[in-house]
């Protein structure tokens, strides 16, 4: 697995969404580093990380496991945040705090869950994935961009960092697909045991706030925040105000 890391201090991972690579939190690690050691990973496939196999959520979060004998912080984003919690579940014992930004604990919508969205988009997204996968590419950023401010210009600095650089890896743009379909956390979450921090956009409409106030609702230790005007990606449409939570939030849990 590709990571880059800089700074000094408490361990801080930051793991990103799916088809992206850690360059979309280049800035933000950036402003990060006052107290922290951050490491950015490319997750398998994705970035400059190599594909692994099988592609399964168990594999990834093993070798986040290997990056820092301390304690850690994770932040993570989309499929990063349900990466961070599974990791959680699986070593208690490792984890400080978490940050969970745009994260649900169930992507898919079912008979006692509608704060996801259709199958039937995800299976779009997939077979799209395999005919044209910069157009596919093209159609999540503007979904994750719906309402969000300064919506244009983060579209572009999307496509000329993702879509106009290395092709992807489809195995593990599929491989990212199939973890978010068939993972559901719902119950998992009531277990985590460390301080959480959840960041939402207020105009998200890929993963509504219903699903930040879910986990706010199932978390012991868990705060909300939500970001007005933000849809999908709030640490590039508010970063200063994305900043300023977590090191509000770390400032508390830190002492």
Known sequence: MNITAFGKGDPLILIHGWGMSSKIFINVA???????KVY???????????????????KIIDEINLIDNRKISILGWSLGGQIAIAFEN??????????????????????????GIEKSIFEDFA?????????????FFNLQLLGSDDRKIILTDLENNFLNTNDPSIQALIGGLNILMNNDLREII?????????????KDKLIPPQAAEFMLNNIKHSILRLIDGAAHIPFMSHQDQFVEQILEFSNIHDK
């Not at 950036?30 to 922290?36: A, G, I, P, S």
């Not at 992507?107 to 869950?113: A, E, P, R, S, Y």
């Not at 799209?128 to 159609?139: A, E, K």
């Open 30 to 36: 950036e402003k990060l580093t006052k107290k922290n």
């Open 40 to 58: 950015l990973i490319d997750l398998p496939g994705m970035g400059k990380s190599q594909i692994i196999k099988p592609y399964e959520m168990t």
């Open 90 to 115: 699986k070593y208690p014992d490792r984890v400080k705090k978490l940050i969970l930004v745009s994260t649900t604990p169930c992507f898919l919508n079912n008979d006692n869950w509608r704060a």
């Open 127 to 139: 077979k799209g994935v395999l005919n044209d996968w910069r157009s596919t590419m093209r159609r």
């Open 190 to 202: 009531k277990k985590i045991s460390v301080p959480v921090l959840i960041i939402s956009g207020a």
